[in-house]
């Protein structure tokens, strides 16, 4: 069964700093993969997804990720984080023949001011 | 536009008690879905509803945990003879396609604490 492991619970970055969040995934042919946040009193919204073509991303609010089969990666970067980037960012991957998505642990993002 | 409403957004009950929790999706999505979030874990898949069939309800844990959607709009998750591990936040998502590869926009959560 696919798998996704964020091996990061909690990353803290200064405001201004870049931003990688790593996932990886485990599954057998070429999954689809998602990047959620979650901010607290909100429900998860979609940053951006990969189903084929282009390995580089991009999503909303500046973010992109790059989908690497070699190391069955996903990450998602931002090059400059801002204060509102603070939450819960979710990484989920869904086969094509199925219905039911699986999701990561989550890392949770800090920013310093 | 509105978007995906739950109801309760926080429920405190007693282990043994009935419990039902509602979704409103975004009018004219025709798929739902309900996972259920632990503390400190990702969301994990309940079950999927298309129109007002449940055409995958693998992910419910048990037959205590329950769900319809009589007229493919509103679902309610029911949940009898609570339990203290039913604790968690209920997720709801609805999309315009079926199937999880299309986007899906999710609801703020039913927080359930059982006591």
């Known amino acids: 069964a696919q798998s996704v492991t964020q091996p990061d619970i909690h990353i803290t970055v200064s405001e201004g700093a870049s931003l990688e969040l790593r996932c990886n995934y485990s599954?057998?042919?070429?999954?689809?993969l998602f990047w959620y946040v979650q901010s607290p009193g909100q429900g998860l919204q979609l940053l951006l997804k990969y189903f084929s073509g282009d390995t580089l991303v991009q999503g909303i609010k500046g973010f992109e990720a790059e989908f690497k089969r070699s190391q069955s990666s996903f990450n998602l970067r931002k090059p400059s984080v801002h204060w509102s980037d603070a939450a819960e960012y979710f990484c989920?991957?869904?086969?094509?023949?199925?219905?039911?998505?699986?999701f990561g642990a989550g890392t949770r993002l800090t920013v310093k001011p | 536009g509105a978007g995906v409403s739950q109801t309760p957004s926080n429920k405190v009950t007693e282990k043994g008690k009935y419990v039902e929790l509602r979704c409103d999706p975004i009018?004219?999505?025709?798929?739902l879905y309900w996972y259920r979030q632990s503390l400190g874990q990702g969301p994990e898949f309940l079950i999927y509803?298309?129109?007002?069939?449940?055409?995958?309800d693998s992910g419910l844990p048990n037959d205590r945990f329950f769900a319809v959607r009589p007229e493919g709009s509103v679902s309610t998750l029911k949940i009898q003879r609570t339990e203290r591990g039913d604790s968690a936040v209920y997720l709801c998502?609805?999309?315009?396609?079926?199937?999880?590869?299309?986007?899906?926009?999710f609801g703020p959560g039913t927080r359930l604490t059982v006591l």
């Open positions: 599954y057998g042919a070429t999954p689809y």
């Open positions: 998502a609805s999309s315009p396609l079926s199937g999880s590869v299309n986007e899906q926009f």
């Open positions: 989920a991957v869904v086969t094509y023949n199925n219905n039911d998505m699986r």
């Open positions: 509803f298309q129109g007002t069939g449940a055409a995958d």
């Open positions: 009018s004219g999505h025709t798929a």
